[in-house]
């Protein structure tokens, strides 16, 4: 089944961008579900189909995929932004879900 | 408003059985798949089991097929989640959450409730 790695964790200072990588063969041939988790809480979607917001997310949340990388990128980071964030992907061919390793994004 | 309310977790043996439910409103609950995700403690999301929004087509992880099976009462906005032969590490917050089809995002998810293991 597919396997999605991400990067452990993730520091950025107020108001400078995130990248978080979401690494899986030939990952740019589905579409990427981010999702953010905050401590104690649901995960929430954040983008999805790759790059589309769902209303209320902010367009500082971005998102791309292509090759074996897919990325969110979170631009003018704020503090409210500290989560954990987890890529996901349906794999068609053994109708099986996916979710990347999971990021901690820690705002310094 | 959308609402995903589940319920059902507890304190069990290995080798037991628990019902997880999950209450939907606030959405045509008919209209939708709906998943069952997990999470041990202190670790990252596993996808558990998925059924489309007629209850046609059921889809598991590995790690609970033959073990768990996912249903759903279109009359009463309720998914269910049976859970048998229960292993110390089914240990997780379940939680469950609303995909329009299979290829569809997890677009909401409930609060989650906790299945842990007695000693």
């Known amino acids: 089944s597919h396997v999605l790695t991400q990067p452990p964790s993730v ?43 769902p209303s209320g997310i902010p367009e500082r949340f971005c998102g791309s995929n292509s090759g074996n990388t897919a990325t969110l990128t ?12 987890y890529c996901q992907v349906w794999d068609s061919g053994t109708d099986h879900y996916v979710f990347g390793t999971g990021t901690k994004v820690t705002v310094l | 408003q959308v609402q ?30 709906m998943h069952w995700v997990r999470q041990a403690p202190g670790k990252g999301l596993n996808w558990v ?8 087509n059921k889809y598991y992880a590995d790690s609970v097929k033959g073990r768990f099976t996912i249903s759903r009462d279109n009359s009463t906005n309720t998914l269910y989640l049976q859970m048998n032969t229960l292993r110390p590490e089914d240990t997780a917050v379940y939680y469950c959450a ?3 089809r299979p290829d569809s995002p997890f677009d909401y998810w409930g609060q989650g409730t906790l299945v842990t293991f007695s000693s």
Not at chain 1, 74 to 85: N, W
Not at chain 2, 49 to 56: L, Q, S, V
Request: proline share 4%; glycine share 14%.
């Open chain 1, 11 to 53: 520091s950025v200072a107020p108001g400078k961008t995130a990248t978080i990588a979401c690494g899986g063969n030939n990952i740019g041939s589905k579409s990427v579900h981010w999702y953010q988790q905050k401590p104690g809480q649901a995960p929430v979607l954040v983008i999805y189909y790759d790059s589309d917001r």
């Open chain 2, 49 to 56: 089991a998925f059924i489309r929004y007629d209850g046609t």
């Open chain 2, 4 to 33: 995903l309310v589940e319920s059902g977790g507890g304190v069990v043996q290995p080798g037991g059985s628990l019902r997880l439910s999950c209450a939907a409103s606030g959405f045509t609950f008919s209209y939708y798949g």
């Open chain 1, 74 to 85: 979170i631009s003018r980071v704020e503090a409210g932004d500290e989560a954990d964030y």
């Open chain 2, 98 to 100: 609303k995909a329009l």
